[in-house]
T-cell receptor, first 114, second 115 residues
């Protein structure tokens, strides 16, 4: 079945450590996105990529980094510079439909900093 | 840049009662509007979308939303809710940016259906 796979589902990190969240899709979508979800704040865009080897900062990119070396993969690194990294992270990909992008989401990764 | 406002953070309702979840967006020339639903500890799923054409759009499970350009609203309605509709609902707008299309989400409305 086609879809988006995020791993790990749960992750614990000590302060000062970098951690990388995996996102893989087999939908043949060109665009991929990373969102951060906090209670009561909805989803905020971290980074997005429309094509391989190119990506753009979203609204809250500070303390995060990404790469897009393959169409199927868009990993997110949460660096030690991110002041409050505990959150639910959602990866999505999109296909153009009628001029707009319709998002397909993974199941998410919950990061907790101890 | 676009913004999305969901006016209610939580909506409790009894089973089989009607419900409306409100959503307003900032004005733009071209508007693409969406409702997504999220069940606990899962990702979001597309519920319905407005891209063009008829202002009333429907989902397969009985929800509908109406695009109202003059009021810049895209409220979600269901005439009779079920326990299984308990979830968080997000209104979203898609806009074109220098890096391509990106989607902006509202803060979400938690629908709680009581027996």
């Amino acid at each position: 079945d086609g879809g988006i796979t995020q791993s790990p589902k749960y992750l614990f990190r000590k302060e000062g450590q970098n951690v990388t969240l995996s996102c893989e899709q087999n939908l043949n979508h060109d665009a991929m996105y990373w969102y951060r979800q906090d209670p009561g704040q909805g989803l905020r865009l971290i980074y997005y990529s429309q094509i391989v080897n190119d990506f753009q900062k979203g609204d809250i990119a500070e303390g995060y980094s990404v790469s897009r070396e393959k169409k199927e993969s868009f990993p997110l690194t949460v660096t030690s510079a991110q002041k409050n990294p505990t959150a639910f992270y959602l990866c999505a990909s999109s296909i153009r439909s009628g001029g707009a992008n319709v998002l397909t989401f993974g199941a998410g990764s919950r990061l907790t900093v101890l | 840049a676009q913004s999305v406002t969901q006016l209610d953070s939580q909506v409790p309702v009894f089973e089989e009662a009607p419900v409306e979840l409100r959503c307003n967006y900032s004005s733009s020339v071209s508007v693409y509007l969406f409702w997504y639903v999220q069940y606990p500890n899962q990702g979001l799923q597309l519920l319905l979308k407005y891209l063009s054409g008829s202002t009333l759009v429907e989902s397969i499970n009985g929800f509908e939303a109406e695009f109202n350009k003059s009021q810049t609203s895209f409220h979600l309605r269901k005439p009779s809710v079920h326990i299984s509709d308990t979830a968080e609902y997000f209104c979203a707008v898609s806009e074109m940016d220098t890096g391509g299309f990106k989607t902006i989400f509202g803060a979400g409305t938690r629908l709680f259906v009581k027996a």
